[in-house]
């Protein structure tokens, strides 16, 4: 008789920080569940768990687990170890055959994600696997969003986003609020992107795609005609913030404040390096 459901199986390996107890629990009960549902776990495992060969042996060696199974009928298994940024797992997935092959939008997301989460030194060794197979970071999610997008908006580590500029990726992709990556280097959570981010006169000069808004503080609302510049859209934001400024704790105004008086004098300083005094 069964002692366990598939779902409190898959809770226990997600869970669990005892290699043994996993073993245990997989061998006693590998003979409950089926080939899908043995690669349901499978997907679990490489997932979640860092010390995992000797289970993951057990469950495609004698329990016949799919180490090309889609989770959810989508992603392959090896692109859940890929969005957990587990490299040991996607190596070991490779020696058993899965692949990194995209040939569906959707395994994207998981690459995506590792840069929005985590600093370079900890996906180093993933970022040197997928260049390995031919995987570039230039591309465009349905979301409409990009590696870059989503670095530049939710990732504290200014080196990730050297990174991706050093992989010449585009920095001038709209997202669906109309913006690019350079509309949200004042905003981002990593300091002083804007000193490796706008660098020429095509950063001051990009243009939002429609009339849009941002709201990098709450309550305060930076609302963009169709079409400025670059340069227009970072003064509507210093005047934008000055209006507001009763809204606002006092360091989470000087902190934007200041940032963006530093972005108008590098976009000044730009403009005499390339003869362009406005």
Do not use: W
Not at 93 to 121: C, E, N, V
Not at 127 to 133: E, K, Y
Request: charged share 25%; proline share 3%; hydrophobic share 45%.
């Amino acid at each position: 008789m069964q002692e366990i459901s598939l779902y409190d199986l898959k809770r226990q390996l997600r869970t669990s920080e005892n290699p043994d107890e996993v073993i245990t629990l997989l061998r006693r009960h590998l003979h409950f569940f089926n080939r899908q549902e043995l690669s349901e776990l499978l997907c679990e495992l490489l997932e979640y768990q860092e010390i995992f060969f000797e289970a993951a042996e057990l469950l495609i060696e004698e329990g016949g687990a799919d180490i090309r199974y889609k989770k959810e009928g989508m992603i392959p298994v090896i692109f859940c170890a890929v969005g957990a940024n587990k490299p040991m797992a996607v190596e070991y997935a490779l020696k058993k055959g899965a692949t990194l092959t995209i040939d569906s939008p959707d395994y994207l997301y998981a690459i995506a994600y590792i840069f929005q989460q985590h600093r370079l030194a900890a996906i180093t060794d993933m970022l040197l696997i997928l260049i390995r197979h031919n995987i570039h970071f230039d591309f465009v999610l349905d979301s409409l969003d990009t590696p870059l997008l989503l670095a530049t908006r939710h990732n504290t580590n200014r080196e990730v986003i050297e990174f991706l500029l050093a992989e010449n990726v585009h920095k001038y992709v709209y997202d669906e609020n109309g913006l690019t990556a350079v509309h949200y280097a004042p905003f981002a959570k990593a300091p002083n992107l804007y000193k490796i981010m706008i660098t020429g006169m095509a950063d001051i000069q990009v243009k939002t795609k429609f009339a849009t808004s941002l709201e990098p503080v709450a309550e305060v609302v930076i609302k963009v005609s169709e079409h400025s510049t670059f340069e227009e859209y970072i003064y509507e934001s210093l005047n934008t913030f000055l209006v507001n400024r009763h809204r606002m704790f006092d360091d989470i105004f000087e902190k934007y404040y200041y940032r963006l008086h530093m972005i108008a004098e590098h976009i000044s300083q730009i403009r005499m390096k390339y003869g362009e005094a406005g």
